[in-house]
T-cell receptor, first 114, second 113 residues
Framework: GAGVSQTPSNKVTEKGKYVELRCDPISGHTALYWYRQSLGQGPEFLIYFQGTGAADDSGLPNDRFFAVRPEGSVSTLKIQRTERGDSAVYLC????????????FGEGSRLTVL | GESVGLHLPTLSVQEGDNSIINCAYSNSASDYFIWYKQESGKGPQFIIDIRSNMDKRQGQRVTVLLNKTVKHLSLQIAATQPGDSAVYFCAENSGGSNYKLTFGKGTLLTVNP
């Protein structure tokens, strides 16, 4: 596709449920990032992939959060035992590599935990 | 400047005026800075970047100024248009790498026709 695609665009779930958020990066982009944005705040770094491996997952808030990118393209962010505090917009971005901070962001997946 | 809770700093300008959006960054070790624009319901969009060995960089209708002495960054938009209305974020690579960006809280720019 022309840009980064994220699905679902909106997800409403109940506390304690499991959620998966999908990101389809720009074709040919080797680097993929997940950020989280709470209302009225800037995005916060979660995890970065270079190819298939998670090069830096230091932003994941706890072990309920996990992300994979098994074939070096599509990535899935997985959240177990969701909590109300997990409610936010989860942004995925991709880039050609580490040459610049020009990240291409998707429109995000808005997660609401009731 | 800083915001509290949901209250973003705001800037309201008339169409055709020049806009200046300011940002104070936190980490004196940061050496790479980027401005992003975010329209309602969309992801952030890259505008311009600058490395710490420069103090000014120009793009199309935009200029970024960096003052490392006071840890201040500004974005100047010339001849502001209604389509420039958005939230603007500055970001720094405080983690020491280009991928781990620390974003500020943003400034809401409203352009009045």
């Amino acid at each position: 596709g022309a840009g980064v695609s994220q699905t679902p665009s909106n997800k409403v779930t109940e506390k304690g449920k499991y959620v998966e958020l999908r990101c389809d990066p720009i074709s040919g982009h080797t680097a993929l990032y997940w950020y989280r944005q709470s209302l009225g705040q800037g995005p916060e770094f979660l995890i970065y992939f270079q190819g298939t491996g998670a090069a830096d997952d230091s932003g994941l808030p706890n072990d309920r959060f996990f992300a994979v990118r098994p074939e070096g393209s599509v990535s899935t962010l997985k959240i177990q035992r969701t909590e109300r505090g997990d409610s936010a917009v989860y942004l995925c971005a991709s880039s050609l590599g580490l040459g610049s901070g020009e990240l291409f962001f998707g429109e995000g997946s808005r997660l609401t935990v009731l | 400047g800083e915001s509290v809770g949901l209250h973003l700093p705001t800037l309201s300008v008339q169409e055709g005026d020049n806009s200046i959006i300011n940002c104070a960054y936190s980490n004196s070790a940061s050496d790479y800075f980027i401005w992003y624009k975010q329209e309602s319901g969309k992801g952030p969009q890259f505008i311009i970047d600058i490395r710490s060995n420069m103090d000014k960089r120009q793009g199309q209708r935009v200029t970024v100024l960096l003052n490392k002495t006071v840890k201040h960054l500004s974005l100047q938009i010339a001849a502001t248009q209604p389509g420039d209305s958005a939230v603007y974020f500055c970001a720094e690579n405080s983690g020491g790498s280009n991928y781990k960006l620390t974003f500020g809280k943003g400034t809401l720019l409203t352009v009045n026709p």
